[in-house]
């Protein structure tokens, strides 16, 4: 079963930035179908930012043209670059894995904190 494992939050002020990381293990990285969702307090879990196998990605509109999801398949490690960060991206974000794209068998880590405020 692979692990996840968050790092890189922390408490920014608006306009800032972060760079999340999610690194893997125990599982075969370049046949996961690899994501980022994220909770604010007293909401739903909603995706934020999704990489296929074969690099595409798909975003919510809400944090499209600031936040960016890459992978290094070579670190079995997925990252989210977030840029011009609001009040309204702080939340507890969550890395997400699903084999070959299959939500039954996804697993998940167990969350940053991402707070963003003077």
């Known amino acids: 079963q692979v692990q996840l494992v968050e790092s890189g939050g922390g408490l920014v002020q608006p306009g800032g930035s972060l760079r999340l990381s999610c690194a893997t293990s125990?599982?075969?990285?370049?046949?996961?179908?690899m994501a980022w969702y994220r909770q604010a307090p007293g909401k739903q879990r909603e995706l934020v930012a999704r990489?296929?196998?074969?690099?595409?990605?798909n975003y919510s509109d809400s944090v499209k043209g600031r936040f960016t999801i890459s992978r290094d398949n070579a670190k079995n490690t997925m990252f989210l670059q977030m840029d011009s960060l609001k009040p309204e991206d702080t939340a507890v974000y969550y890395c997400?894995?699903?084999?070959?794209?299959?939500?039954?068998?996804?697993?998940w880590g167990r969350g940053t904190q991402v707070t963003v405020s003077t």
């Open positions: 997400y894995a699903a084999p070959g794209g299959l939500s039954d068998l996804a697993r």
């Open positions: 125990g599982g075969n990285f370049k046949l996961y179908t």
């Open positions: 990489i296929t196998i074969d690099g595409s990605t």
